[in-house]
DNA sequence: TCTGGGGTCCTTTTGCCC
DNA sequence: TCTGGGGCAAAAGGACCC
């Protein structure tokens, strides 16, 4: 594992190399875990370590998830096509997704960051930024942190993780990622522009392959051409906030501080069917099930939401929305089936082929001080009542029990 | 090569009110 | 009564992230 010249550390390798003062004011870590749905397969089926091993939805139109690094070297990526991923590297094992699994490790490795510093912000199951300046005296600086967590996660969960070291959020997100796998990367916080402006521009965080294009469209190709490129032109190309955060991100420039405890905007679920469907009855029963998915989880986050909005995906792989704003907030099933069905029967799609439905619900408030009134039904409450009591069955005796019992429940307007 | 599922944020359009 | 426009919220779409 060879140490680069802004303070790689590599496996195993002490954080103490580093000169004096070297990471000083780079109080934000992002720590991110190595290929983390596979490495959490790998636990279970120790005997694929050091092969290629991809994880994939499944159905025959699953896409990756996660892959070894053996994986990757063959090309395969994460939201690639599992049938591309099988013809590129038809040697691989190809596993299924255990989400409780990955739930269960990311709460370990969240309690290990938590008992760092209560600063933590979770991005996804498998990252985090941590501010740890109020962990200094007690921890040593913050590469030392950094060693300290890479070392405790691999001791106690068993998985790589790569810490990016650095003064702003979005530098030491680009520093977790440029040395990945399992290594540990300091930006000094004097060093940032020369960290940066080699970077192709596409390695920003937030520049996806739509504003790539249009970047290069205007010739520019590093972080060094967005810097030195005028605000105003860049606005006009991206538009006035993607331009301006660009540009700012170019110059090292990163106010966002770390926030913990990040509230939910909205909470829903889509579901892309096996084949096609052009049958309304089929929709209807998945926006049924959907709806039901949401509710429940709006209830066990004691949430509510006013907005209720549907996704529809064509065959052609082209997407609507649609949404109505109801004057309460609610976490009853029936009445966010209800609003799904009536914005998917406006559409009056004349046996459209449909790919995929979501329902979400948005404008979410906090669920128990919400005042519930009359909404689309006379009785609410009973609903309410009654969808409780068979969230109760479902923690007792598991969701296979209840929703098929649920579905017959409620029946289609 | 044929594209998941969970989200966030931003921009533009539209309808409404004054 | 007609017209214009500012301001606002909701709706819709799109880009992006993991």
Known sequence: MTKQQLGRSGARSPAQGYPRGDDAGCHVLHVDMDAFYASVELLRHPELVGTPVIVAGGGTRGVVLSATYEARALGVHSAMPASRARRLCPSATFLAPHHDDYARISAGVMAIFGS????????????????????????????????????TVQDEQGITCSVGVASTKFVAKLASGRCKPDGLLVVPADQVIEFLHPLQIGALWGVGDKTEEALHRLGLRTVADLANTPVGTLERALGHAAGRHLWQLAWGRDERTVVPDVQEKSIGRDRTFETDVDDPAVVHRELLASSQSVASQLRARALAGRTIAIKVRFADFTTITRSRTLSHPTDVARDIYATAVALFDALGLDRARV???????????????????????????????????????????????VRPASLVEIPDP
Do not use: C, K, Y
């Open 116 to 151: 760092v510093t209560p600063h933590v912000e979770p991005l996804s199951l498998d990252e985090a930024f941590l501010d740890v300046s109020g962990a200094l005296r007690r921890l040593g600086s913050p590469s030392q942190i950094g060693e300290q967590i890479r070392t």
């Open 355 to 401: 790919r995929l439905v979501g329902v979400r619900v948005e404008g979410l408030v906090d669920g128990s001080t919400v005042a519930h009134q009359l909404t689309l039904d006379e009785r609410p409450e009973a609903w309410r009542a009654a969808e409780r009591a068979a969230d109760q069955a479902a923690d007792r005796f598991g969701r296979g029990v």
